[in-house]
């Protein structure tokens, strides 16, 4: 295994990842879009470091409408076409259109962060078979690092880092 986040945070990783680590990595979210936010960012990660998509995501905030589900849902072939002429975010069709559909699917569905309290506690095969089931474009690893990354699941941070206490303390 190769070194850990926050190891990487110790040594002097980019100031991007610094905060994303220190700020975001591991904590709970709270809304549907923010929810959504993070798993488009991670199914765009795929195949890429996550510095790209860390200095694309305000590219990404204004592409997707600030991650505005039912704006999502709705789009057409038109703001399809425009996402992937959009130089600012990653412009793969597969992953385009994974973010359209997945939020219809979220949206007749009720809600995401319903959907995933209803499974909190599952092992990481079970959570990989229910995104498998629901959604698009979420294999193993996105889906690991979708939960551990919002808190679902354990392993966020190395015990002796200081944001795995601070979390503990939540």
């Given amino acids: 295994m190769g070194i850990t986040y926050c190891a990487a945070v110790r040594q002097g990783i980019d100031e991007w990842n610094r905060h994303y680590h220190d700020t975001e990595?591991?904590?709970?979210?709270?809304?549907?879009?923010?929810?959504?936010?993070?798993?488009?960012?991670?199914?765009?990660q795929a195949g890429l470091s996550w510095l790209t998509i860390l200095k694309k995501r305000e590219a990404f905030t204004r592409a997707y409408h600030g991650f505005d589900i039912a704006k999502v849902a709705a789009y057409t072939q038109a703001d399809r076409d425009r996402l992937l002429a959009d130089a600012g975010i990653i412009r793969n069709r597969l992953k385009v259109n994974a973010a359209i559909e997945n939020a219809r699917r979220i949206q007749a569905m009720g809600g995401f962060r319903p959907w995933l309290e209803e499974r909190r506690g599952l092992a990481l095969d079970a959570w990989a078979k229910e995104f498998k089931r629901t959604f698009l474009f979420t294999g193993g690893e996105i889906v690991r690092e979708f939960?551990?990354?919002?808190?679902?699941?354990?392993?966020?941070?190395?015990?002796?880092?200081?944001?795995?206490?601070?979390?503990?303390?939540?």
């Fill in 147 to 170: 939960l551990v990354s919002t808190g679902y699941l354990p392993g966020a941070h190395d015990e002796d880092c200081p944001i795995f206490r601070k979390l503990q303390r939540r």
């Fill in 25 to 44: 990595y591991g904590f709970p979210l709270n809304t549907d879009h923010e929810l959504f936010e993070r798993l488009i960012l991670e199914i765009n």
